[in-house]
């Protein structure tokens, strides 16, 4: 069992470029549009944040639910969740650009908005970035925590280890779920103020979940593919798609519950998103969010055949992240550069992100041994079978 991962040094070398890109691609994005370019900034911070998180979610997931099938696979999850601290120092250095995203940062439009000055207590720059500080720091804590347990895991073998982890992934699947619902709260929905919606923040914390299960799912398929936990198979990927499948219903139910019940209660005050997004290029966006987050991944992963076949997961997946930058485009672009504007820009921004998260995830995979070795559901998981 090849249970070590080598980072190759052309796959490090693409890293850096992809990376180089998003530097140059900033660069030039500040010297000629600056609001588009911290749009982009916060796009992709969210991006790539939630993926981390999701990612975690799924891992605590795991551990509460004392799941055998999915021992084997653990280290990918915890790879991609070392990507947390990074998006910390990403989301404290968005202060140089709060008035170019957030309208209720300007004080003179809270000055003459009644609502917004309501608003104030809450959404101020000093307490935004308090929240963010509080909550990085609950889920760094946390994810370390796990992470530290896991490889003493591997080194004293036992229920020890195991039991911990279990008893702090019930914390941190609470923590997870109020907080990054706030932080989803902060981050998108209050770049619309006037805004209400009831059902925002936990559309945002599913859409996470099923995002960062995705990501989990494709990067296992690209071990495999490289040689790496050989012992993947068909009943394994049933199991992954699954939460894909289940999730991905969990956001369709959300999305149409949201848009449904604004639209037939016609309050302005809620109405006001959806009118700014039923015209031009964002009407199409508002159909192609529902087809590629939920009614592909919904016909062509539930089928037994199909959800258990990397032929069709694969692009499923690969759809599901142009669906997840799809719909915070579709979120972002309305409130903060009011038009449709999409171009190298915002490919090599992505692309400078992609690099850098690719990076993390390969590292920390590298650091520790890729399958662990002392999990006492290891063997469940290796002959794992349905």
Known sequence: MKDQLVVSKN???LTYVLIGIGVVSFALGFAFDAKRTWANYLLNNYYFLSLAVGAAFFGAI???TQSGWSAMFKRVPEAMVAYI???AVFFLLMFFGMHSIFEWTHEDVVQND???QHKMPYLNIPFFFARVVLFFGAWILLTKLLRKF???EDEVG???YFEKSEMYSRVLIFVLAITFSFFAVDMLKSLDPHWFSTIFAAKSFIAAFMHGSSIITLIVIILYKTGKLQDLNRSHLHDFTRYIFMSSIVWGYFNFAE???IWYGNIPEETIWFVKRWHGAYEVLFYANIIINWLIPFLVLMPRKTSRSKMFITPVIILLMIGQYTELYYIIWPSVVHEAKFGLLEIGTFLGYLGLF?????????KASLVPKNHPYLKESLHHHF
């Open 259 to 261: 848009f449904m019940i």
């Open 62 to 64: 795991q551990y509460i």
């Open 358 to 366: 690719a990076w993390v995830v390969a590292t920390w995979l590298a």
């Open 114 to 116: 009644p609502l917004l």
């Open 85 to 87: 601290p990074f998006a």
């Open 150 to 152: 896991s490889l003493k």
């Open 11 to 13: 796959f490090k070398l």
């Open 158 to 160: 036992g229920m020890v």
